[in-house]
């Protein structure tokens, strides 16, 4: 690949990431959340309580950013905090029952900013699915 066909590529990935991220603040912001908050909540809703560790993983994000996200998470009354049972060096994040209601407004959202990112797309969506799970598993292979 030569340059110009790198740049087209490069600056075309960096333009849905900002825009989605875009559109993202706007679904959210009617829900009191912030790109990247909704994650977390919704990684609770699917799995039950976690370590923050474990929201780490699966949001991508280091362990230090997830601290601070449960932290703002917790002020704002959606999950709760308690040490582990069995560990008192981690730490259980779960919904709080504001969270849990807070839950179909934010699938709605979600859902929402997914119409909006395919909106008017002439590629199929389980395709376009296919194909970007294709490029980010290409990129986690060159860590």
């Not at 829900?31 to 993983?57: D, F, K, N, S």
Request: charged share 25%.
């Amino acid at each position: 690949m030569d340059f110009a066909e790198a740049k087209r590529v490069n600056d075309a990935v960096r333009a849905l990431a900002m825009r989605h991220r875009a559109a993202a603040a706007q679904v959210l912001a009617p829900l009191g959340l912030h790109p990247g908050q909704e994650v977390l909540l919704l990684e609770l809703h699917a799995h039950g309580p976690r370590t923050q560790v474990q929201l780490a993983t699966a949001s991508g994000c280091e362990p230090p950013t997830i601290t601070g996200s449960v932290r703002r998470l917790e002020s704002a009354g959606l999950v709760v905090r308690r040490p582990s049972p069995t560990d008192g060096r981690v730490t259980i994040v779960e919904l709080s029952d504001r969270g849990r209601s807070l839950m179909p407004a934010l699938e709605a959202a979600w859902c929402e900013l997914a119409e909006r990112t395919v909106a008017g797309l002439s590629t199929d969506p389980d395709r376009l699915t296919a194909t970007l799970g294709e490029m980010a598993a290409a990129l986690y292979r060159r860590d």
